[in-house]
């Protein structure tokens, strides 16, 4: 489900009173949160948005705190000739969870750029651009989002983590899981969490150069981040041009959340 999705139940509340179209512009700074929009990051990568490379990293953000490390092998070269005129490539993978590894298996396929894989009670399903897979996911502990980034000439550094902050002075709180991929200048993650008890999530991309993340500012919506060894941490906030909606709040990851 879209993030916009998930932010017009959250405007269905009687007791909110906001109307859909501004909720829409709280989703957007939501997105500023994990350092840009963009799913696909700034469209630069060693794979283009029509070919796939040979491995990817990155990670998964559900509900209850679902976080993970995902790895993709693509088995480039050695496809059979009933996959490549069936035009779909089998694909492994792991998912590398608090509780154990789980083992993925599934498809890419090369015309559509889609992959869908499943392994233990996960199943994931996205599509390839720029380099990075990003989509959802259906688990055991509910849905989520997830993105993985093209590893097969760079590494990928994952930073497992959280955000918190408010919305409308105070009155709605918005927190949840929060993790982040990066790799070559290039920024990737997704995000899972409540605002206001509604589930948002989304993928999310942006850039990074020496220490410093790419994150839009503009005169009603400004973001910081910064990378530290190990560590990623940031604080974000926005006000509408009407003044009649706002939030604030922080987000931050380590190397070590995550599981190894």
Not at 50 to 67: C, E, L, M, N, V
Not at 182 to 204: D, E, F, P, Q, R
């Amino acid at each position: 489900m879209s993030f916009m999705n998930n932010l017009e139940k959250f405007g269905e509340r009687k007791e909110m009173k906001i109307c859909k179209s501004k909720l829409s512009i709280l989703g957007l700074l939501l997105s500023l949160l994990a350092l840009n929009s963009s799913c696909g990051g700034d469209g630069s990568s060693s794979s283009t948005a029509g070919t796939a490379g040979s491995k990817y990293q990155g990670s998964i953000a559900g509900p209850t705190g679902d976080s993970g490390v995902m790895s993709l092998n693509v088995p480039t070269g050695t496809t059979s000739a009933s996959q490549i005129k069936a035009a779909t490539i089998s694909i492994t993978g792991t998912l590398k969870l608090a509780s154990g590894t789980v083992a993925l298996t599934g498809t890419f396929d090369s015309a559509a750029l889609t992959f869908s894989v499943t392994g233990g009670k996960y199943s994931f399903t996205g599509g390839l651009s720029n380099g990075v897979i990003s989509g959802s996911y259906t688990g055991p502990n509910g849905n989520g989002t997830f993105s993985v980034m093209d590893a097969s000439a760079n590494s990928v550094t994952v930073f497992c983590g959280t955000f918190s902050g408010t919305a409308q002075a105070g009155t709605v709180n918005i927190a949840g899981t929060w993790n982040v991929n990066v790799s070559n200048g290039k920024l990737s993650g997704s995000y899972t969490g409540s605002a206001g008890g509604v589930v948002i999530t989304s993928a999310i991309g942006g850039t990074v150069s020496g220490t410093t993340a790419t994150i839009p500012d503009t005169s009603t919506s400004k973001a910081t981040g910064t990378l530290s060894g190990a560590t990623v941490s940031g604080t974000f906030s926005y006000t509408s041009t009407d003044k009649t909606i706002n939030a604030d709040g922080t987000y931050t990851g380590s190397s070590s959340n995550c599981p190894s």
